[in-house]
């Protein structure tokens, strides 16, 4: 299981949890779980969310591997000017 | 990407400062921008826009615009896709676009497209816009961000917000981003001074200079060119065909140089509309913006308004911080209230944090990225509050930064835990320089902040073709914005070994690559200079093979050493090296064309921090300020082609200081932009800046082979707040409010 922590502003999707855990190998994987425990997660990720996995924000690529002791965090979908 | 296979030093080409491959071409006016390009049998477009801030539009008629002489063609709504749905929040951004290029039903600020007219000169073209006769219901109008979130302001469209946004919120609230960690009010519990203030900016233009321009050809057939100024060509195609009903592929975009964007030609205003008149008109139409079109209509950044509260003990620990952010973004939902709360307490180590950002709409245009989108806002707010701990708690600015610093492994404010950063290095280079302890003036005052960006990676693709004569030509899918064809370039010697002259870097068109995301946030030296290492070792296997062949050895046998193959041991056997131009002239006998291809995403930008230190001065009679130094530092990971690097760190300073002492949309109370023009909306002149000293700090990004981290962005993140603090010590009076125009200045010196 991974532990996935969310922003503050998600937790009003989630049961008012900060930390969930998932069954996930990659991060497309995380947010499918995510999304199957708690539908109400599903218009933020679907709107698109970045995910960081041990401190390395990965935008979008859902192929990313994570692993059990990965520190995990939701945040917003990154973009720039 | 492990740290063991980046190169750091030892670099022959990487680092020198050879001039840039389009230099000649755009000094001697060679290079076509956006409204360089002609076709034959081509027509000239003009567009009608909203004089009113909001209102319903009753009825458009065109019958005598229609009638004038040299008319062709004229589109309304009705001529885009009728398939595309709106829905909240970003996931009806592509509708915005398509409501934002030609209104609907209503239009919703001063210069909202409503009509559009092809005809045979631009004499005709605008002689015709004022033939459309436009019935309309004016409706109430806002413009300001506090204003538009309170109870009863004019509702810009019901409906809009995500399920982001919690109940009890104005429908103009569209967005809401909470995050933080700790207790924060345990916290302020443990501090010695608390500091709590509220801060406003207002809207800044990204001010290129270049105008939004493009020409465009559609057939009945579905099949389509388009020439335009933009970050982002694959993006230009995506939006146009969908907004136009259009197969992507069938739409060729080809980038022409681009003169400035800085965020603001990350998405499309004109290009869909050239495209609809094209197609009516079955003729080739150009369409350019006049400067007053681009102020009005075209992306600024978010006006802000926002509150902040730190709590500090008496040795510099912050106990516990605090920030809301209110965005104001037009008429648009997509004002980056969340990465200016991100951003805002990021350079610092806190165990109690908490940040609110909002996304607010408004009758304004819609807003654009704008270099670190939010960051530079957010900046200006916290490290003002910070200076004024500082300032009453008697510390040294930078004693109390680097107490607090975000290090590697410091669980961010916006959640993870840091890998390495540069921050700590920024800070004490900035301390140790000379411009830190330099005696100031009377009137004068000295101000420094930190700022903070992402940065960002992003699909991207690149071939790299080997020429016979062993000279290199690389396709890149990513604008030039800021110098990247020559930090490529040496990206692609250092690997190939061959000299930087040799090679020759284009910005390829959609028909030619991969899709490739928009030149934005700072991915362009990374994400394209990641690729084109990565292609030119494709390149470079294809060449050791090439050899191994001709040697009779295995292919791992076969290294690439200074421009030539050579055996990779001395158990390979006894050859002479083979140079490039060896390989390449007979690389049609020996298996035909050799190219590199890389294609990915590459997920390591690597975030950035920056410290500027600024000396402005204060006339107090009438108060004009003048920046007297201004010192940037900033962490590069690794710098490729040093003198853009310098130059991106002085063009954020340059921006900053406009933003911060000048630059400002100013509404009257119709809602009407009053100072849609360089003359009334002054952005810093060559003469109004100090020279801008710079210092490249390297600690390299681990997620780049060279360790590079993207430079762009990062450098509008302090001026804000430096100058600010520069400007409060110098005035003897706290400034809250920007620009901090001449007016502003005197106003807080007579309440003072």
Partial sequence: MVEVNLWSGLRQHADGKDKVKVEAKNVGEILKRLVEAYPGLKPQIDS???????????ASDLTEPVYQESEVYLIQQLRGG | MALDEQKTDGFKYVGTRPNRPDGLD????????????????????AILRSPHAHARIIKIDTSAAEALTGVKAIVTRADFSKNIKFAPGSKGATWSVLENVMANEKVLYDGHALAAVAATSQLIARDAIKLIKVEYEILPHVTDVDKAMAPGAPIIREGTADSSVPDGYHPNVVGYHNSGHGDVAAGFKEADLIIEDSFSTEATHQGYIEPHACLATLGQDGKGELWCTTQGHWAAQKICAALLDLETSQLRVTASEIGGGFGGKTTVFIEPVALALARKANRPVKLVMS????????????????????????????????????????AFPGAPGNFTAMCAFAPYSLKNVNQIGYDVMSNRPKQAAYRAPGSPMAAFAVESIIDELCNQLDLDPFEVRLKNASRKGTKASFGPRFDDIGLVETLEAAKAHPHYSAPLKEGQGRGVSCGFWFNFGGETSVTLALSLDGTAQISVGT??????????????????????????????????LGYNEISHGSRVTYASGLATIKAARDAIKKLCKRAAIKWDIPEDAVKWQDGCAVPSGPNAGDFDPIPIKQLTATMGATG??????????????????????????????????????YTVVQDAGKAIHPTYVEGQFQGGAAQGIGWALNEEYIYGEDGRLQNSGFLDYRIPLASDLPMIDT??????????????RGVGETSI?????????????AAGVRLRQLPMSPPRILAALKVK
């Fill in chain 1, 48 to 58: 698109g969310v970045s995910v960081a996995v041990d401190g390395r924000i990965i």
């Fill in chain 2, 717 to 729: 993140c302090p001026p804000l707040a430096a100058i600010a603090n520069a400007v409060s010590a």
């Fill in chain 2, 479 to 512: 604008p030039d914005v800021g110098g990247s064809r020559a930090s490529i370039a040496l990206m692609a010697a250092e690997e190939l070994g061959i000299p930087y002259e040799h090679i020759r870097v284009t910005v390829a068109d959609t028909a030619t």
């Fill in chain 2, 592 to 629: 035909g064309p050799i190219v590199g291809h890389f294609e990915a995403n590459p997920e390591g930008a690597g975030v950035s921090f920056a410290t500027h230190i600024v000396d402005a001065e204060v006339d107090k009679e009438t108060g004009k300020t003048s920046i007297i130094r």
């Fill in chain 2, 26 to 45: 755009k000094v001697t006016g060679r290079a076509k921008f956006g409204a360089d390009m002609s076709a034959p049998g081509m027509l000239h477009g």
């Fill in chain 2, 695 to 708: 210092v490249i700090v390297e600690v390299p990004n681990p997620g780049h082979p060279y360790g590079v």
């Fill in chain 2, 291 to 330: 400067r007053s079109e681009v102020f009005r209509a075209t992306g600024p950044t978010a006006s802000t308004s926002m509150d902040i509260k730190i709590g500090m003990k008496k040795d510099g620990t912050i106990t516990a911080a605090q920030g809301t952010f209110r965005l104001q973004g037009g």
